[in-house]
């Protein structure tokens, strides 16, 4: 690496981390101690996972004589990585008065000028990998900090703002739903080699697409309101049956954070009320896929989505956009950016998938069992994240990500 290489990781390990910190600067103490379900993790816990992630697997194993800053932090703030240790458990991350906040900043500090010392000393390309790696997952977490705080905040009663200064976009309309001829027959997929990618969008491989279509945009609020209206949620004619379980058993009948009125929702700036163009959001696998069974339609494959997105430039409404909310299509198709897309292809591996060597192996492989690729990115996911190859998962039942739908159609061969 040359020295300008070396600079230039320095200030971008920098710029992430600084991100991650600022994102927190409108929140209390208290905000960020509380974990509101198993799935969320609290802000604090956050903060101190991602820098636990530095100091495991950049600075224990390229700086010899680093002492690890406190073991127990090793038990708290290890996620999953059963081959490097246990860990605390999951859903009682909220228990975790202690460390405090500020102790939490002191570790990341500590942290932070160890590998800015290491990037200054070691200039090989298998340590600059390894610190992109773990910005590339410091990133993930930012999308994650703000996704959990915005369930935490949605939990208390008085609907607080995690920023009540949040820009509101400006209003437009959505055009009527529209489709466009995907490519069909035998076409590229995953990740082409150039530039940071993670393990499960390799290897690139052939894929067989049949003749369709796909949206235009995404699903929009008021449509997702006629599919409410017209009776969607007690129609079971429409639903997996899976999903039918689940939206009775948990009494479901509109997206995540709509008011019983489907008026307002509640936003990272506080309630607000529903914008019906912008795209519907907060909605599950088995939601968006009973939509599109009303609508006549389907979802995408992520083999589709991912052709049709390839060749479209990966910006949109993203998390330096800073309305951390959906906004309604202006001239972009929305591939990226705004909300998770939901896509009708299981979280699978591509064929002659090999997970990254070691530890670092339990990233993502050991994931890939009944869950469902989301694709895009969205309205919380750094600008400079996301790419067509890029596959995030999650189990059909979950909802607290901004998660929206796409339609797609065959066509005639
Ligand atoms: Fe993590």
């Given at each position: 690496m040359d020295r300008n290489a070396i600079t230039s990781l320095a200030e971008t390990f920098q710029g992430v981390r600084?991100?991650?910190?600022?994102?927190?600067?409108?929140?209390?103490?208290?905000?960020?101690?509380?974990?509101?379900?198993?799935?969320?993790?609290?802000?604090?816990?956050?903060?101190?996972?991602?820098?636990?992630?530095?100091?495991?697997?950049?600075?224990e194993e390229f700086v010899p004589d680093y002492r690890r800053y406190n073991d127990?932090?090793?038990?708290?703030?290890?996620?999953?990585?059963f081959t490097v240790g246990q860990m605390h458990a999951r859903p009682r991350r909220g228990l975790l008065s202690r460390p405090t906040y500020d102790e939490v900043i002191t570790y990341r500090d500590h942290v932070d000028s160890a590998v800015r010392e290491l990037i200054g000393q070691r200039d090989d390309q298998t340590v600059a990998e390894r610190i992109m790696l773990g910005l590339n997952h410091e990133q993930q977490h930012q999308e994650l900090l703000l996704t959990d705080i915005k369930h935490?905040?949605?939990?208390?009663?008085?609907?607080?703002?995690?920023?009540?200064?949040?820009?509101?976009?400006?209003?437009?309309?959505?055009?009527?739903y529209s489709y466009t001829d995907g490519r069909s027959g035998i076409r590229p997929i995953g990740a082409h080699g150039m530039g940071f990618c993670f393990d499960n969008e390799t290897p690139r491989h052939d894929a067989l697409l049949h003749p369709h279509q796909i949206g235009d945009r995404l699903v929009s609020n008021a449509e997702y309101r006629e599919f409410i209206a017209a009776g969607g949620y007690t129609d079971t004619r429409?639903?997996?049956?899976?999903?039918?379980?689940?939206?009775?058993?948990?009494?479901?009948?509109?997206?995540?954070?709509?008011?019983?009125?489907?008026?307002?929702?509640?936003?990272?700036?506080?309630?607000?009320d529903i914008d019906e163009h912008a795209p519907v959001c907060h909605v599950s696998f088995y939601e968006a896929d009973a939509f599109a069974r009303w609508a006549g339609a389907r979802l995408p494959t992520e083999f589709?989505?991912?052709?049709?997105?390839?060749?479209?430039?990966?910006?949109?409404?993203l998390m330096e956009s800073e309305y951390w909310q959906p906004v309604a299509a202006a001239e972009s198709r929305q591939f990226f950016g705004d909300v998770w897309e939901w896509t009708s292809s299981s979280y699978s591996p591509y064929p002659g998938f090999t997970p990254l060597a070691g530890s670092l192996g339990e990233y993502n492989g050991k994931f890939m069992c009944n869950q469902m690729s989301v694709r895009g990115g969205s309205c919380v996911t750094a600008a400079d994240h996301i790419r067509a190859s890029y596959r995030s998962f999650f189990y059909p039942d979950a909802r607290w990500q901004f998660l929206g739908i796409r339609l797609a159609k065959d066509s005639a061969a």
């Open positions: 600084d991100t991650t910190v600022r994102l927190c600067a409108t929140l209390s103490a208290e905000d960020t101690v509380v974990q509101s379900m198993p799935d969320t993790s609290p802000t604090k816990w956050h903060l101190a996972h991602i820098t636990w992630f530095f100091e495991r697997f950049v600075l127990d932090y090793h038990f708290l703030f290890n996620s999953y990585y935490v905040l949605s939990c208390n009663p008085l609907s607080p703002a995690m920023n009540v200064d949040l820009a509101v976009p400006a209003s437009a309309s959505a055009s009527a429409l639903w997996l049956s899976d999903g039918w379980s689940v939206i009775n058993e948990r009494g479901w009948s509109r997206p995540l954070y709509w008011s019983e009125d489907l008026q307002s929702e509640f936003t990272l700036g506080g309630m607000r589709e989505w991912e052709d049709a997105a390839a060749e479209t430039a990966t910006d949109g409404n």
